[in-house]
Nanobody, 122 residues
Framework: QVQLVESGGGFMQAGGSLRLSCVAS????????MGWFRQTPGKEREFVAV????????RYADSVRGRFTISRDNAKNTVSLQMNSLKLEDTAVYYC???????????????WGQGTQVTVSS
């Protein structure tokens, strides 16, 4: 069992930066692929970024590539999402998730955090 707790969300003006963190419980964190997803009201949860167990491989959604960076620290059971050059359309609830396979599909993730709100204003 893995429990995930996100933090770091908040309000930011367009063009600014925020850093989200997700801390995992348990001693098997480095066995999991970690992903970030986001969701806005009335829309499906969408893939943002994923990182493999060692941190050597990452993948991003087209909408955030070049602006967001996913990273992990297995010693601290933490995965982070550095978000730069924020846009209005980045406003969403952001969720971290843990799974065995590193895909962009929600169905491949077994554990989810409760989410953290990110609001970008003009």
């Amino acid at each position: 069992q893995v429990q995930l707790v996100e933090s770091g969300g908040g309000f930011m003006q367009a063009g600014g930066s925020l850093r989200l963190s997700c801390v995992a419980s348990g001693r098997t964190f480095d066995r999991y692929v970690m992903g970030w997803f986001r969701q806005t009201p009335g829309k499906e949860r969408e893939f943002v970024a994923v990182i493999n167990w060692s941190g050597s491989s990452t993948r991003y959604a087209d909408s955030v590539r070049g602006r967001f960076t996913i990273s992990r620290d297995n010693a601290k059971n933490t995965v982070s999402l550095q978000m730069n050059s924020l846009k209005l359309e980045d406003t969403a609830v952001y969720y971290c998730a843990a799974g065995i396979r590193g895909t962009s599909s929600l169905d491949e993730y077994d554990y989810w955090g409760q989410g953290t709100q990110v609001t970008v204003s003009s």
